[in-house]
Structure formats: C-alpha cells, structure tokens
C-alpha cells in the first residue's frame, strides 16, 4: 500500500508559533533522513524573527579507556618483540626442566602436579603453607584424570619420580613431595617466563 503525504495549507505570519507546534506531527511517519529534510523545509517558511537556531551537533563521544595493564607500559610493547623473547625464554626454559627430569617433560608436569597441591593448603606465616595442616597427597588415577597421562604411564613416571628423590610414597598409598627440587626452585627455573625477564623495552 503507498502512503501519500498528508496536504498542508499555507501558514501565514501571524500563524507560525502554531505551525511550529503542529509541525513535528505532521511529519513524524517520515524516516529520520526524511525527516531532518523536511525540518529544514518547514524552517523556512516560519517568521525569521520567531524561528530559533538548530542545537549545534552533540560533541563526539570520547573515547573508551583502554583496558587495565598488568604492569604500565604493557599494552604498549611491540607484540612481535614480547613474543618472540617470551618464546625464546619458552624454549630454553622447557629445554633446562627437560634434562632436569631425564628428559622427560611429562615427570615434570607430574610433579609440578604435587607443587600445586602443595600451595593450595591453608597459606601461615609468610604466605607458604601453614606447618599444621597436612600434606596433600595424591595417588595414581588421581594424577592421570589431572594430566590426561594413561594411568599405567602414570605409575611408572610416579615410581621414577620416588627413586629420583621428587616424590616419596606413604604408608597409605599416597605419593607426597620430597626434599629434593621444592617450591622455590621450581619458581627460580621458571623465573624466565616472568614480566620482569620477558619484557620490552620501547624505542627512546
């Protein structure tokens, strides 16, 4: 069905206020563009002398703050450069915890298992974990549904990780963390992949 535009009749001087009023309805069936066109129409058969100005247009929205940074200056390293070091840092750090283990990448991921555990109790004095509360241990099928490692291949990688000295296996079956390779050295090897090794300097 086509929509005629609805007549108007000539206004007059004296009749401007009211046509002012009566002008938004007349038109408010049109689009917005053909709306603001048919402002600027009416504007020009009303009294200069009763016609006000059009509002200035709205000042552009400022623009949205960035996200948070982790640490300044973040967001403004070249992506290329931080990759590129952080990966460099990547492989020569896994290449260390490799030989560590014997070359075997997945003991590590086995033990850094327990460290995790480990940290998870109750936090005492200095933010390590509290003397009273009881070590965490874990056993076979635990550590293979974590790591997604065949179970039987995470009972021979748990068994070398005991004669090696990493792990030590209770009486009730458990495996715990032993005195050799603990938490902190975990961190010192890891130390590379950290925001104060890996980052980049901006050009002067």
Request: neutral net charge; glycine residues 8%.
């Amino acid at each position: 069905m086509v929509t005629s535009k609805p007549c108007r009749r000539s206004v007059g001087p004296d009749e401007s206020t009211a046509a002012a009023v009566d002008a938004a309805a007349e038109y408010s069936w049109l689009t917005p563009a053909d709306r603001a066109r048919a402002e600027i129409q009416e504007a020009s058969s009303f009294d200069p002398g009763k016609r006000q100005a059009f509002a200035a247009p709205a000042a552009p929205a400022a623009p949205a703050p960035r996200a948070a940074e982790p640490l300044p200056g973040y967001l403004d390293q070249d992506a290329a450069s931080f990759f590129y070091k952080w990966g460099g840092s990547l492989s020569a750090t896994l290449i260390r915890l490799r030989a560590r283990f014997g070359g075997d990448l997945d003991q590590y991921v086995i033990y850094l298992i327990f460290v995790l555990a480990e940290l998870s109790r109750p936090a005492g004095h200095g933010g390590r974990p509290a003397a009273a509360s009881a070590p965490r241990g874990l056993n076979a099928l635990s550590v293979a549904e974590i790591t997604r490692i065949p179970r039987e291949t995470t009972r021979r990688k748990l068994q070398a990780l005991v004669v090696g000295g990493y792990l030590r296996r209770a009486d009730d079956g458990l495996h715990y963390l032993d005195q050799r390779y603990g938490s902190d050295e975990v961190f010192l090897d890891l130390k590379p992949l950290f925001w104060d090794a890996i980052k980049v300097e901006r050009p002067a």
